[in-house]
């Protein structure tokens, strides 16, 4: 914001593409921080699925221990 404000203070002459090359960075600049607020969101998302994937995990273990269970008081 501040080098906009500077540019704008200097005339056509000394100017030159400098406003051109402003706007090239400004440009990239927003589109980075979309890149990564998307970068973002996508890992809170991937740890959200990790989470409940661990979770899944941890409750298919229990049902597997608990029927194993089962079965060695059925073949006793």
Same mark, same amino acid.
């Given at each position: 914001m501040e080098l906009g404000k500077r540019l704008a203070l200097l $005339?056509?002459?000394e #100017?030159?593409?400098l406003p051109q090359l402003y !706007? #090239? /960075?400004v440009e !990239? $600049? +927003?589109?980075?921080?979309?890149?990564l !607020? *998307? /970068? #973002?969101?996508? *890992?809170?998302?991937l740890r &959200? %699925?990790?989470k409940y994937l661990m979770f %899944? &995990?941890? /409750? $298919? +273990? #229990?049902?597997? %221990?608990? *029927?194993r269970e089962q *079965? %060695?008081?059925r073949s006793e």
């Open positions: $005339t056509p002459d #100017q030159g593409e !706007s #090239q /960075v !990239s $600049t +927003r589109r980075r921080r979309r890149i !607020s *998307l /970068v #973002q969101e996508a *890992l809170s998302q &959200l %699925d990790i %899944d &995990l941890e /409750v $298919t +273990r #229990q049902e597997r %221990d608990a *029927l *079965l %060695d008081e």
